[in-house]
């Protein structure tokens, strides 16, 4: 318990850091936070210019990790990111040049405007944090975090990620506009400190992080929370608007997801509002609904607000 509510004392200590460049998002950085501590990739879908690049860069100076971005173009190849072996004529043999995928944090920025070849070349690294090249199999740095962030599919120029890549995202985040109070507070900040970018502090560091991680493994699940978690994954399959429902995938990240939660409370036990307050975030994205719905404006979330209404709660003393 006593390394629980450092882990609390520690997460707000860090989104009070990220705020002083990303603000009014309070609850859009939870979500990163938890994710983060869960060990998941995150997928930004949202409009250019709404900070889905500072936050992605605020995260990895104050957790203290790697950082590098990838600028996904239509002509972008795998090996752009992955690396590749190079003929060095010094040595007489072939050398690796790692790509940008050898770092703590990737921002894999518009990923939907490369091909599906090049999306795919992240699928090993996302799913298994390796990377395989010329059939040597290299490991990469830990922790290894992917924020990709997404254009509106209806926009030119865009390849809509496949499900099998989709899957692999943890949670789907929007940080939309700022309201117009915290936009004044925006032009405030950057007038008083006479520069773009905001200079944050590292709070902890890739250890520090790690053993986080680990502890959240020591939060205990009723197993009527974990009978809750199928029945909401099992309900987004049997929902006849439902095209696709979400995978087991689906349910690990609920249960990884509402631990972390769990853990931002200083709370060593997950409840049912955990797991509620994920849900969107955890499951929408990896459902495909009947083509008919889109005339509808029936979305995801609309699905899985219902879901939560339908199914009951378990009552977990």
Known sequence: MKALTAIAEKAQQILDEVERAVIGKRAVLEHVLITVLAGGHILFEDLPGLAKTLTAKSFATVLGLEFKRIQFTPDLLPGDITGTYIYERHSGRFELRPGPIFANLILADEINRASPKTQAALLEA????????EGQTLP???????MATQNPIEFEGTFPLP???LDRFMVRLSLGYPTAEHEQEILRRRRERGQDEPTLHKIVDTQEL???RQTLETIFVHPDIERYIVELVQATRADGRVLVGSSPRGSLALLKLSRARAA???RDYVIPDDVKS??????AHRLILQ???W???????DIISEILERVPVPKVE
């Open 210 to 212: 790690l053993a986080m």
């Open 140 to 146: 990469l740095p830990q922790p290894f975090i992917v």
């Open 295 to 301: 005339m509808k404006r029936l979305s995801e979330r």
């Open 278 to 283: 994920v849900a969107h975030i955890a499951l």
């Open 264 to 266: 931002l409370e200083g």
């Open 291 to 293: 083509p008919e719905l």
């Open 163 to 165: 499900e099998a890549q």
């Open 126 to 133: 996302m799913q298994e944090f390796q990377v395989t090249l």
